[in-house]
């Protein structure tokens, strides 16, 4: 990225834990559409994942992710190895605190410390001016703007719209280990959301009804387990009261052994 700096080239990076999909593409493209130099990261995480979580099941295709880099125009694809990123002699992580105190940071301790702590490394190495996360993973995007401005990192972080499939679930890598009756339920998921937005819409403001009305839909699919509703400010990540801005309806469903999460953001256009 240095040598793209110093020919005036703006450089762009799109980290992923790889077997890429749709959601992934939609990424790549808004950073090769407004970076002239571009890397997409490819690593699994390990300090990402909880000891119960899956990370030895995580989804890994290569071949694939490297095609869809190639047609895609990708300049650099970085696919370090678990002990480049972790040397045994590896002693440093990232706490951000307060945005992480909720939603997934609740239900998966350690999880944002290792997001965090790869993001920076990830950062340092490849140093773009630009990164991109995808709204699907809001708090995520969240957490990285907090460490990009508490650490002073020169780089200006992207967030990218949710791609869904045609029936609204969000593209996931997860999403592979559905059986047909789980990716059938999992749609639940994302009507919820959206009949929060609607009740937003409406004027609803009292956040604890709007919340038990998408927890009422949610219960109505037995091959679902609820991981977590909530209505959260945007902004901080913390759960709200009343809607009196923009919030985000952001929830984690367990389908089968699949766990998947999703979000929404509700604005009242007339407020
Ligand atoms: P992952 O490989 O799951 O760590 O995701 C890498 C990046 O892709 C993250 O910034 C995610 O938020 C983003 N991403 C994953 N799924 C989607 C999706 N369906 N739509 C948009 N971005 C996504």
């Known amino acids: 990225m240095e040598a793209a700096r110093r020919g005036g080239l703006s450089s762009g990076f799109v980290p992923t834990m790889g077997a890429l999909h749709e959601g992934h593409r939609k990424l790549i ?22 000891p119960e979580e899956d990370f030895d099941t995580y989804p890994r295709d290569l071949d694939s992710d490297l095609a869809m880099c190639r047609q895609l125009g990708v ?30 940071g609740r239900f998966r301790p350690g999880h944002f410390r290792g997001v965090a702590t790869v993001v920076l490394k990830l950062l340092n190495i490849l140093q773009p001016d630009r990164a991109y996360f995808g709204e699907k993973d809001a708090q995520q995007t969240v957490v990285v703007r907090q460490l990009v ?17 045609f029936d609204g679930l969000a593209i996931s890598s997860r999403n592979q280990h559905l059986g047909p009756q789980e990716r059938r339920a999992a749609t639940v998921l994302f009507r919820a959301l959206k009949e929060i937005r609607t009740m937003v819409l409406q004027g609803a403001r009292d956040a604890g009804r709007i919340r038990r009305r998408g927890l009422r839909l949610l219960s109505q699919e037995p091959l679902v387990e609820v991981e977590y509703l909530e209505m959260v400010d945007p902004e901080t990540m913390q759960p709200i009261s009343q809607v009196r801005g923009p919030a985000r309806a952001a929830a984690a469903i367990r389908v089968g052994g699949v766990r998947l999460i999703d979000n929404l953001l509700c604005e009242d256009a007339g407020r």
């Open 149 to 165: 401005k508490d650490l002073n990192l020169p780089v200006d972080i992207r967030q990218v719209p949710t791609v869904r499939e």
């Open 75 to 104: 300049d650099l694809v970085f696919q370090p190895g678990r002990d480049e990123v972790y040397p045994a002699t590896h002693r440093t992580f990232v706490e951000v605190e307060t945005v992480t105190s909720h939603l997934c």
């Open 29 to 50: 493209q808004a950073a090769r559409h407004e970076c002239d130099w571009l890397a997409v990261s490819i690593f699994v995480n390990p300090t990402q994942f909880g």
